[in-house]
């Protein structure tokens, strides 16, 4: 790390392109010190990235760290920060701060079946732990992915669904709330579709991502109608964190600090934090 | 609660001596020290010893005042350049840039300086190290000036405090009949003591009488009140100035952002920012968690009390030094220690 640990690494964009509506991906190839800091980084961890001029956000990182050299983050037009990155194309510089977080403990997932739920541009996080487990398939058991968003426009990485579908043991449900003509899938709630699907806690795990309110009522539904331990649901936490290094305190829930405690955490230490995350 | 030790060295100094001494300081660094501006007490740089508010500061009213913002702004300043950005094409230069001076705080009251010492278990003793802050810290030696008895609003005495504890200065200084008893606490502090001038005493500062005033909650009391509606009820006057993070020697919340120098050109800064901001936790989404006034004044109280000492390792310590600041600049009387009392009535 920089002796200033706020000052960014620089990065290429080297690919932009659009993921859904208002929602493009972006790949970042580091360029001098970045690239040995991004060596490695695990599922779960985020970035600051900077849209210089403007500011810096952070995002969760998109892509496995076995996936090539760059850095994937997928953004949702939606402040001046994100605005800003999707005005650049390839070619443009960002910054790029981290790998920050701890992340989710795909060691001591092994051997057990995961259930990934993302819900919009809560799939961007989940990402990498879909690559990963694809990467090395043999250490896992079942994975069943529920991919959400409130219509087809808002899903995201569908390009890669025929990916996801063709891996061993491993089944793709798409839902959205409101169909277009030609959606043959889900509709309906992610929580209907967990629902319809019941899946049995036995050597599971579950990772969520998406709006608050989505990651209440599906841990909440895993838990009080199919069975699971809280401890089995994992889940990955939002906060408009400044720093990333639990200096800023912005993003406390409780006495824990979503930058460093997590954003990773699991519900039976959700469930022990004196503040709720909704 | 004064625990001086006999080893230390001790000198008696008249207000002359004093003078002369910082305005030798003044001369080869940086002085800052209370001074009056445009009608308030400012800790602010000094060129001689004589623009400094002697009456607002020494005990010839009925009581010591403190200037209206802490020492934090030292260390950590309203708002602070980390780096700047030069934009040519598609091409980003960055360029950082630190504070570069060595200052000396003179009149520096014991609660500011131990609300310097609780912002270092934040800023240096956790990883990674806060770099601005730690040069600006580093670079800056403490001359505290122990109160002679509380102030109106202050009650640091209730919470582990002392109005004459050194321990976090580097030379204290005690006012006595028509001069000072000064006292090295640190090398730091050694350092800037005028050898063979000044006149050696085997006088001991005596420890302060005044012990605690009311009990603080404890940290198990916390999490049981979480959920009270006394939050409700205290906030609803509550006007989420945050002027009570603004003038506290430890709340240490920033924003950061980036602002145009000029065609190409920015910086990144970052600024205080406080926990009572209605937008202050929304999220990209639109999502606002903490949307109520009472959830907000509520964490504030939490962090001094109970979140701040658990992430941080304080013990049993709280983040308060009682320095009152808060009670003060409230305009609508949201006391602290009216809330730590009500806290411990019976419901």
Redesign the interface.
């Known amino acids: 790390m920089n002796e200033n640990p706020m000052l960014p690494y620089l990065g290429k964009l080297v690919e932009v392109r659009d993921l859904a509506t208002e929602i493009k991906l972006f790949r970042v190839e580091m360029l001098n010190g970045g690239g040995e800091a991004f060596r490695t980084f695990q599922p779960g961890q985020f970035a600051f990235v900077s849209a210089f001029g403007l500011g810096e956000a952070p995002f969760g990182i998109a892509n496995a760290s076995g996936r090539g050299p760059s850095v994937d983050f997928a953004v949702a037009r939606l402040g001046s920060v994100t605005t800003g990155l999707h005005e650049l194309g390839e070619g443009d510089t960002v910054g790029v701060r981290g790998p920050l977080g701890n992340w989710f403990p795909m060691k001591q997932f092994k051997g057990k079946n995961l259930i990934v739920l993302g819900g919009g541009i809560g799939g961007a996080p989940l990402r990498p732990v879909i690559q990963h487990v694809l990467d090395h398939r043999a250490d896992y058991g079942t994975l069943t992915i529920l991919w959400a968003a409130r219509h087809p426009s808002l899903l995201v990485f569908t390009d890669e669904y025929d990916e996801w579908r063709a891996a061993p043991d491993t089944d793709l449900h798409l839902t959205v709330d409101s169909p277009d003509e030609k959606w043959d899938h889900n509709v309906g709630l992610i929580t209907q579709l967990l629902e319809k699907l019941s899946p049995s806690p036995e050597n599971t795990v579950t990772i969520t991502c998406g709006p608050p309110i989505m990651i209440h009522f599906v841990t909440k539904m895993l838990q009080e109608k199919m069975g699971f331990a809280p401890k089995t649901n994992y889940v990955t936490l939002e906060a408009r964190m400044h720093c990333g290094m639990g200096k800023c305190g912005r993003c406390n829930l409780g006495e824990k600090l979503v930058c460093v405690n997590g954003p990773v955490f699991n519900m039976e230490e959700v469930g022990e934090l004196l503040e709720t995350f909704l | 609660m004064s625990k001086i030790k006999v080893d230390k060295k001790s000198w008696l100094i008249s207000q002359s001596e004093l003078e002369t001494w910082l305005d030798g300081i003044a001369d080869v660094r940086t002085l800052i020290a209370p001074r009056q501006v445009s009608g308030i007490m400012l800790y602010r740089p000094v060129a001689k010893s004589n623009e400094i508010s002697w009456k607002g500061i020494t005990t010839g009213s009925a009581y010591a005042v403190r200037p209206v913002l802490s020492v934090k702004e030292i260390f950590f300043p309203p708002t602070e350049r980390?780096?700047t950005?030069q934009?040519t094409g598609?091409?980003?230069h960055?360029k950082?840039t630190y504070p570069d001076w060595e200052t000396v705080v003179f009149g520096v009251r014991p609660c500011d300086a131990r609300g310097a010492k609780l912002l270092d278990s934040?800023?240096l003793d956790?990883n990674?190290?806060?770099?601005?802050y730690a040069r600006r810290r580093g670079n800056t030696t403490l001359i505290g000036l122990a109160c002679k008895e509380l102030g109106p609003s202050c009650f640091c005495t209730s919470v582990g405090g002392s109005p004459n504890d050194a321990h976090d200065v580097d030379i204290m200084l005690y006012e006595t009949n028509g001069g000072y008893l000064a006292e090295a606490v640190t090398e730091k502090g050694r350092f800037l003591i005028p050898g063979g001038e000044w006149k050696e005493t085997t006088v001991s500062p005596q420890p302060s009488t005044q012990t605690g005033q009311f009990p603080v909650p404890d940290k198990g009391k916390w999490?049981e009140i979480?959920n009270d509606d006394y939050w409700v009820k205290i906030s609803e006057r509550c006007l989420s100035c945050r002027a009570c993070a603004y003038v506290c020697p430890t709340c240490?919340?920033?924003?950061?952002?980036?602002e145009?120098l000029g065609p190409g050109q920015?910086e990144?800064i970052?600024c205080w920012?406080a926990?009572a901001g209605e937008n202050?936790?929304?999220?990209?989404?639109g999502?606002k968690?903490?949307a109520e006034k009472g959830e907000r004044l509520r964490?504030r109280f939490?962090?001094k009390f109970?979140?701040y000492p658990?992430?941080y390792g304080l013990g049993t310590a709280s983040a308060c030094t009682g320095c009152g600041r808060c009670i003060d600049v409230c305009p609508v009387g949201v006391d602290i220690t009216e809330v730590l009392m009500d806290l411990e009535k019976p419901t």
């Not at chain 2, 990674?128 to 601005?132: A, E, L, T």
């Not at chain 2, 202050?280 to 989404?285: E, K, N």
């Open positions: 980390l780096f950005i934009k598609q091409e980003i960055l950082e934040l800023f956790t990674p190290v806060d770099s601005f999490p979480f240490r919340c920033f924003a950061v952002r980036d145009v920015f990144r970052r920012d926990c202050y936790r929304r999220v990209a989404g999502h968690p903490r964490n939490y962090c109970y979140y658990e992430q």
